[in-house]
């Protein structure tokens, strides 16, 4: 059963702290400079620590080790899945820019920064332990079919074993579930030390959104029906076709739900990261991310009561 309540919680804090990055950017306290700055520390340093901390927090047991990896398998599964629908829906899009980053940000979502505590009020604290195993399976993806999405028609994007097992996503899922077998049991001020920078994701990645939003000219943002119709296919139908899907398999409840809520999440934040450093629709790519963090906090509570409603039939 879904929490209203809690969920509700959540989105409202999800929404005052994109305001404030938005009043930030407006007052030019978040100028680009800024921004940019934070999102290298976001991504290279607290995301890090925020996997590693989640695989921290629940004890290893036969039984959660064996409910991780059909979390991991079913991450696998989905994003396979919507791999296959976002390449289909990105194709009326006729800008080949416009048209890859749109299929990329349909095909991943937000699930660390907006995803756990969205997880959390679903699920509790083993939430987050789910969302660790599906973070695993999201940087596999990314890091692979991911990059040949951007590649297409470029010769200077190219997939490489590096980039698949040598970056800041797979590295600390490798060292968190590692931790996690073994049991091992960090001294206090250690975990109480990536507990510190994993809690500062979710309000650093949600300001610097609301200050990306306050950047650019508002007329134009919305006016770009390409954006509304990526939105509404990532956080709206993908997530209920997959929560359908996942219910004629004959999956689990958590696990249809857990699915429906990552599903649900708006355009992740590497979105934008891609956009700018391969020159490729940066002004669409931030426009997706910022727009779709706005509307996910109408969409959410909906879409995840739905999906509820889908697991129990």
């Known amino acids: 059963m879904v929490d209203i309540v809690s969920l509700l919680s959540t989105v409202g804090t999800l929404a005052l702290l994109l ?12 100028d680009e400079t800024a921004t940019e700055k934070i999102s290298v520390v976001v991504l290279k340093i607290v995301q890090p620590f925020l996997i590693v901390n ?9 039984e959660n080790l064996q409910t991780g990896l059909w979390i991991l398998l079913l991450g696998l599964g989905l994003h396979g899945g919507i791999a296959v629908l976002a390449y289909l829906l ?8 416009e048209r890859k980053i749109s299929e990329f ?3 991943f979502g937000n699930s660390a920064f907006i995803g756990f505590p969205i997880l959390e009020s679903v699920f509790g604290k083993t939430g987050l332990f789910y969302g660790a195993f599906f973070l695993a399976s999201f940087h596999l993806v990314m890091w692979t079919w991911g990059i040949m999405i951007l590649s297409r028609g470029r010769d200077d994007i190219k997939l490489t074993p590096r980039k698949i097992f040598i970056n800041y996503g797979t590295i600390p899922c490798v060292i968190g579930f590692v ?5 091992f049991r960090l001294p206090t001020v250690i975990t109480s030390f990536t507990g ?4 500062l994701g979710t309000p650093l990645s ?5 200050a990306n939003i306050a950047r650019v000219k508002l007329k134009k943002l919305f006016a770009n029906p390409h954006i509304y119709y990526v939105s509404a296919m990532k956080m709206i139908v993908l997530p209920l076709v997959a929560a359908l899907i996942m219910r004629l398999m004959g999956l689990p409840e958590y696990l249809i739900l857990f699915g429906g809520v990552m599903a649900a999440m708006p355009c992740a934040s590497v979105v934008t990261m891609f956009g700018e450093v391969y020159k490729m629709s940066p002004g669409y790519a931030g426009g997706l991310v910022g727009t779709s963090t706005v509307l996910c906090t109408l969409t959410i509570i909906p879409v995840v009561t739905l999906v509820g409603l889908i697991a129990k039939i």
Do not use: H, N
């Open 19 to 30: 305001l404030t990055g938005f009043v930030g950017g407006k007052l030019k306290v978040l």
């Open 54 to 62: 989640s695989f921290l927090g629940c004890e290893f047991s036969p």
């Open 90 to 97: 990105a194709k009326p899009i006729r800008d080949l820019d």
């Open 105 to 107: 940000a349909m095909l």
């Open 179 to 183: 931790l996690f077998v073994l049991g």
């Open 196 to 199: 510190y920078l994993a809690a």
């Open 206 to 210: 949600i300001m610097v959104a609301g």
